[in-house]
């Protein structure tokens, strides 16, 4: 069974091998999680198998023949429920709700993948399309990545790309009086005597400078020329107020390139599904509540901004563990073991729990989820009810 890899239009192709599917018990989720592992380690033996390709999106699952031009299943995203993985089988499976059938029989679709880790990338894949499929419901708990203290502007028409001469007549200012007592007449002559060079601008009062224009026919709006400002300091004001815009879009671009998506790499895919990369930490962090027991969630430390932390969602609630990094070795605070990796270490506590409360877990729960019939049953045949055929009409 080789292993085919495809990215057409946002989609990742896996081959696996299909074992079967079986009804699952709609319980609590713990028991319904733990009753699932229970079936799966007694199929692990099952000799019933067929290569399929699987195809991954945020619409959904799909399952195709070998050949992948067969359909065999296709599942929208909103009907699946939970995904999990059993590495040390090369087990894969997911949870999910059949069209037309009643909404509490859900069914367990289980394959085998050619070795523990592909079976785990098989899962990785499913529980980021659970992330990408949240985020594109509830957009408001995105993680803003680009937000930051931004050099705010004040309001004016400069802002807005307007002259500086339209700028004089929103706020005007007298000019110096140049030494003279306040009272004391200006003549126009002694004024015009004070021109300077065409790039440093005229320094005279506004007055005479508008004067001067209208009997150049130079102005006819009427508007002030700013006497403080310079040909030569418009342009460098002009320069400074473009600098800020250019900033923003380069960080729009990047922010951009920076989009959620389904990773490439094992090491990628598997870090964006353990932090939830791309949601809010306050959002992570409530969903990770109503997760599967042994669910955690990498992130920064709370209150310690140079370690990383581990949140873990244990029966008695979410408990965060400090992660310490000495001479490039991971361990939990208070646990004695050293890991090479943060990989490494969640791989050891999803087999041994030791000082943790229970094992680490690889399933995930879709929170975006719907129990509810997304197809009127009103516009179905009866024949299509009797079928109980797996494949989702309103995404097929």
């Known amino acids: ?94 949870v999910s709700h059949n069209p ?33 499929y949240f985020l594109e419901k509830h957009p408001e708990e995105a993680q803003d990545e680009c937000s930051g203290n931004k050099p705010t502007l004040t309001p004016s028409l400069l802002n807005q790309g307007f002259p500086l001469s339209v700028s004089a007549l929103v706020s005007f200012r007298r000019a110096p009086t140049q030494g003279l007592l306040p009272g004391a007449k200006v003549f126009a002559q002694q ?26 026919k130079e102005l006819r709006s009427g508007a002030y020329r700013s006497f403080t400002c310079t040909p030569v300091k418009q342009r460098h004001l002009q320069d400074k107020l473009s600098a800020p815009q250019e900033k923003e879009q380069a960080s729009a671009n990047a922010c951009m390139s920076r989009a959620p998506s389904l990773a490439e790499t094992e090491e990628a895919l598997a870090h964006a599904v353990w932090c939830w990369a791309g949601v809010s930490s306050n959002c992570s962090s409530s969903l990770l509540a109503d997760d599967v027991l042994g669910s955690f969630l990498l992130c920064p430390h709370p209150k310690k901004p140079n ?43 999803t087999e041994f729990s030791e000082e943790l409360e229970c094992f680490l877990s690889f399933a995930r729960v879709n929170h975006s989820y719907n129990w509810e019939e997304m197809v009127n049953k009103s516009l179905r045949s009866p024949q299509d009810n009797k079928k109980g055929t797996c494949k989702d009409q309103s995404w097929v």
Do not use: W
């Open 1 to 94: 069974m080789g292993e085919t890899a495809g990215r057409e239009h946002g989609i990742v192709t896996r081959s696996a091998e299909y074992i079967g599917s079986f009804p699952v018990d709609d319980s609590c989720l713990d028991d319904q999680i733990q009753q699932l592992h229970t079936q799966l380690k007694s199929l692990k033996n099952c000799k019933s198998k067929r290569t399929v390709s699987l195809k991954f999106s945020v619409k959904g699952v799909k399952v195709y023949d070998e050949d992948e031009k067969t359909l065999l299943m296709a599942h929208a995203m909103c009907r699946v429920s939970l995904s999990t993985a059993r590495p040390t089988d090369a087990q894969f499976a997911f």
């Open 100 to 132: 037309g059938n009643s909404d509490a029989l859900l069914y367990c679709h289980l394959f085998r993948a050619r070795h523990a880790r592909a079976a785990q990338f098989l899962n990785l894949l499913l529980c980021r399309c659970f992330q990408l």
């Open 307 to 349: 370690r990383g932390s581990l949140t873990v969602r244990f029966p008695s609630g979410l408990v965060t563990h400090s992660i310490k990094n000495s001479n490039g070795k991971f361990r939990l605070e208070k646990c004695h073991i050293e890991f090479e990796s943060l990989a490494v270490l969640i791989e050891h506590y």
């Open 191 to 216: 004024s015009m005597e004070q021109v300077s060079s065409p790039e440093e601008g005229p320094t005279s009062s506004p007055t005479l400078v508008r004067k001067m224009a209208i009997r150049t």
